[in-house]
Each structure stands twice: as structure tokens, then as C-alpha cells.
């Protein structure tokens, strides 16, 4: 067992750390506050080849491993989750479908343009009937010739506002249940593809959510991802690569949490003495430094597996589940140990708070994450 990052790991980290506190720390709060997406950053992003972290390079991406892609996902969370979660739902839910869906002429079509940064990725499943519950989905894709004819709404789409290609679903034949609904590969410019209502958000909000409108959306027969059929597989593998960012970005916010309790406690007097040295205080960050660790081992070991080629689908959910769960608790904690000073706006803790929360919900509630590992142990 070796329990080492490699040097390229160690490097990456210390690169997106240092990318992280020179050009998202300091307009963090702004875009919290303005819900801007931070195009500049994402620009920079692209310059230093980190939009395609774990895309190979013949489809213009680093080539790195998705261990790597974790770290880099983590680190820059902890500076802003909103956009370390832009980057992982870019990667995560619209390359990686791509990558291991794709043929080919769509790599080289959509997706080496995507890992080189030219254009952002989103992924469009959900519905307002159809969340936990995919097979509620009512969106329709007919064949119409050469073409596929999409009809129908989406709604929470992480980056439908910024992306320029999007993975969508469609029952191309509801009858066949599970093997009837299809994935496809839906360029921004497209007829008939509209972005609909932009979502106000409790937390998270430098990341754009919205509706996307499909009417009458006609695309080419070679947008259709993988098989006929095979869209609920495509979602369900993606979600297992996209659980791993989402623990990564739980770990991101519980780092900040905990160097925001830290520092503080060290510094507020009460009593005569730093609150750090009061015990109700220092067990409150011996926890949250014991689930921080438990969670990046979690996520790491998740990622471990995937690059080991070995299944990672239950220890995936496993990590989203308690990552997820430890950001929303100690952040939590984290605003307690800052006391009234936590609750205003402008405390880097307020932010984390709202920002935690999201993990339990997206990419499977933590109710959905416990319907995977109960199936996998179950079994
Ligand atoms: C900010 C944000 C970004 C998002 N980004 C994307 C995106 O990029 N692409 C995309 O496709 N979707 C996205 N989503 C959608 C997200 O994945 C769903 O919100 C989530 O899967 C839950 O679905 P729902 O909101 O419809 O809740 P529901 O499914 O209605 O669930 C409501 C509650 O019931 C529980 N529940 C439901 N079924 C069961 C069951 N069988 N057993 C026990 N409990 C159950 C849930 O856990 C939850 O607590 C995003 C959502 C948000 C808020």
C-alpha cells in the first residue's frame, strides 16, 4: 500500500493552489455576490491546459490521471466551490461521457475542442418531472431522416448558460424502458436549443444553473452518443466520475472550513485566552481534521481504482456521500467557531455554509447515493 502521491500529483496541486490563491481567491465574494460567472478565469484556466486534466492528449487534453483531476478540482474549490464545480461538471459530466462514449469523429469533433478550454461542457438530464427518478423523463428525440428531432425541457443545467456543447437525453423509444432513452451531443448554436430561466441560488452562485428548451432541436444522426438505447448507461457511468469531483469539491470547501476555524480561534479572545484553547472549541476542529482526512482518503481511493481500472462505482457514491455530508456539517461548525462574526455577510464561512449544501443534493441526493451502496452491498 502506498499512500504517496506522485510527483506530478504533488505538482498539480501545488500549480492549482498557487493558479487558485493568485486569481480566484481575491474575486471569490464578488461572484458569489453577483452570481457572475468568472469567464477570465476560465480563460486562464484554458491557457494552462486545465480544463482537460484527465482528456489524452490526442484529444488535447493533459493526459494526467483522474487522481490528478481530483486534486486539481479540490484545491481550486477551496478556493471558490462555484468554480471548481464549473471545471468538474465540464470534465466530469460532458468530456468524460465523450471520452468513453464517443467515436472517433466526435472526439475530434467535440471533444478535443472542449479539453482544450475553446468551449465549456454541460450536461442536461434533469427535468422539473424527472430528478432522482431519470425514467420520468418526457423529452423525446424522434428520427427525422438523417436527423434527430429533440423535443422537451431541462432544467437545472450546470453550465447551460456559458457551455458551447451539451450532452443531452431523449427517449428515442420510451416502450424499451431503461433501453430506450439516448444520449446526444448538441452544439449551443444549434436551432432550436434555447437556454431558458437562470436559476438564483442559496449557494454556488459564480456557477450558472438553468433550464435548456429543446423544441423542434434537429441535429445529426452522428450526435447521437454510444448506442441507440444507451443513454441511462452513458448517465449512470458519468455520474460514477462525476461523484468523484463532487467529493473533491466537498474536500476543496471542509480544507477552507477548517484554515478559516484554525486561524480564527487561534486569534479571537474570549475569557482571556484564544476560543481555540477552550476544549468545546479544539474538539470541534479535532473532527473536522479527522472527516477531512477520511474524506480525501474516500475520493482519492475512488480515483485510485478508476485509474487502476478497476471498478469504482460504490466507493465513488461512498465518497460523495461522506464528503458531502462532513462539508455541509463543518461548515456548519466552522461559522459556530466564528460566532456572530460567521453569520455576516463577507465571513468566508457564511460562504462555505451555502456552498456546502449543494453537495448533498446534485449528481444524486445523498438518499441516491445510499440507493448505490446499499445496492452494490446488497448484491
Ligand atoms: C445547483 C444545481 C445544479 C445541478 N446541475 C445539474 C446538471 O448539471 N445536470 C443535470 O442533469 N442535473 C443537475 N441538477 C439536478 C440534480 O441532480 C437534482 O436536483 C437531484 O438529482 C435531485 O433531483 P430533484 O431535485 O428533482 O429532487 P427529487 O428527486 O424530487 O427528490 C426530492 C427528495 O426526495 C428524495 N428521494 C427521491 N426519491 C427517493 C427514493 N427513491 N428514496 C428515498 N428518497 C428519495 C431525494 O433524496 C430528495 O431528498 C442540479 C441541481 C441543482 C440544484
Request: charge should be neutral.
Amino acid at each position: 500500500m502506498d499512500f504517496k502521491l506522485s510527483e506530478e500529483q504533488e505538482l498539480i496541486r501545488s500549480n492549482m493552489r498557487e493558479f487558485a490563491a493568485k486569481h480566484v481567491d481575491p474575486i471569490a465574494a464578488e461572484i458569489d455576490e453577483n452570481s457572475r460567472h468568472p469567464a477570465e478565469v476560465f480563460q486562464k484556466l484554458a491557457e494552462g491546459n486545465w480544463l482537460g486534466i484527465p482528456i489524452p492528449q490526442e484529444y488535447g487534453g493533459a493526459g494526467a490521471d483522474r487522481l490528478t483531476h481530483v486534486i486539481a478540482v479540490e484545491e481550486l474549490s477551496r478556493s471558490c466551490a462555484s468554480t471548481g464545480f464549473t471545471l468538474s461538471a465540464h470534465v466530469d459530466l460532458a468530456c468524460t461521457p465523450i471520452l468513453l462514449f464517443g467515436n472517433d469523429q466526435q472526439k475530434a469533433k467535440f471533444l478535443t475542442p472542449m479539453a482544450k478550454g475553446e468551449n465549456l461542457g454541460a450536461f442536461a438530464l434533469t427535468e422539473p418531472g424527472a430528478g432522482t427518478d431519470v425514467m420520468a423523463a418526457t423529452t423525446t428525440a424522434a428520427l427525422d431522416g438523417n436527423d434527430y428531432v429533440i423535443n422537451g425541457s431541462k432544467t437545472f443545467t450546470s453550465n447551460g448558460p456559458v457551455a458551447g456543447t451539451y450532452v443531452a437525453f431523449a427517449w428515442t423509444d420510451k416502450e424499451a424502458g431503461r433501453k430506450g432513452m439516448s444520449a446526444f451531443i448538441v452544439p449551443r448554436d444549434t436551432p432550436g436549443l434555447r437556454v431558458g430561466e437562470h436559476f438564483k441560488k442559496m449557494g454556488l452562485r459564480a456557477s450558472q444553473t438553468s433550464e435548456m428548451i429543446f423544441k423542434d432541436c434537429r441535429i445529426p444522426k452522428e450526435n447521437l452518443l454510444g448506442q441507440p438505447g444507451q443513454g441511462v448507461q452513458i448517465a449512470m457511468t458519468t455520474f460514477d466520475h462525476g461523484r468523484m469531483g463532487i467529493a473533491a469539491q466537498s474536500i476543496g470547501i471542509l480544507q477552507a472550513a477548517l484554515d478559516e476555524a484554525v486561524q480564527y480561534s487561534k486569534e479571537r479572545i474570549q475569557f482571556g485566552t484564544p476560543i481555540a484553547r477552550h476544549q468545546a472549541i479544539a474538539w470541534m476542529i479535532a473532527d473536522m481534521a479527522t472527516d477531512l482526512a477520511a474524506a480525501r482518503f474516500l475520493a482519492y481511493y475512488a480515483a485510485w481504482l478508476k485509474d487502476q481500472k478497476q471498478p469504482f462505482s460504490k466507493e465513488a457514491a461512498m465518497a460523495k456521500l461522506f464528503a458531502s455530508e462532513a462539508a455541509m456539517k463543518h461548515t456548519t461548525k466552522a461559522v459556530q467557531i466564528h460566532g456572530g462574526y460567521g453569520y455576516i455577510k463577507g465571513a468566508k464561512v457564511e460562504r462555505l455554509m451555502r456552498d456546502a449544501k449543494i453537495t448533498e443534493i446534485y449528481e444524486g441526493t445523498s438518499e441516491a447515493q445510499r440507493m448505490v451502496i446499499s445496492g452494490n452491498v446488497l448484491r
